[in-house]
């Protein structure tokens, strides 16, 4: 079965750095799109970042364009997001995202991604 697990969050100064992973098992990882979508406390669950199915194109979310870079290794089968120059507003819980048709490009919307990860926990202290 498709399994997604992040790992990588914790607690982070204003101005610190992470590097999230998301390990994907149970499907052929290198013809889905990807992507990372986080849920602020008492908000809704938000896009972030995504990949295509191939690597080549990537889309951000305006909030973290130029901070944030989405990346994958299909050899690995797994999905990173590093996060630079990070901000109290970027606290949330992280997800990764797979997209629920092969060979797409950036999949912006959560109600087209299939499966999700269980999430993980980042903390931004001013």
């Known amino acids: 079965q498709v399994q997604l697990v992040e790992s990588g969050g914790g607690v982070v100064q204003a101005g610190g750095s992470l590097r999230l992973s998301c390990a994907a098992s149970g499907y052929t990882f290198r013809n889905y799109a990807m992507g990372w979508f986080r849920q602020p406390p008492g908000k809704e669950r938000e896009f972030v970042a995504g990949?295509?199915?191939?690597?080549?194109?990537?889309g951000y979310a305006d909030s973290v364009r130029g901070r944030f870079t989405i990346s994958r290794d299909n050899a690995k089968n797994t999905l990173y997001l590093q996060m630079n120059s990070l901000e109290p507003e970027d606290t949330a819980v992280y997800y990764c995202?797979?997209?629920?048709?092969?060979?797409?490009?950036?999949?912006?919307?959560?109600?087209?991604?299939?499966?999700w990860g269980q999430g993980t926990q980042v903390t931004v202290s001013s």
């Open positions: 990949i295509s199915w191939s690597g080549g194109i990537a």
């Open positions: 995202a797979r997209g629920r048709i092969a060979y797409t490009t950036v999949v912006y919307k959560a109600v087209d991604n299939g499966y």
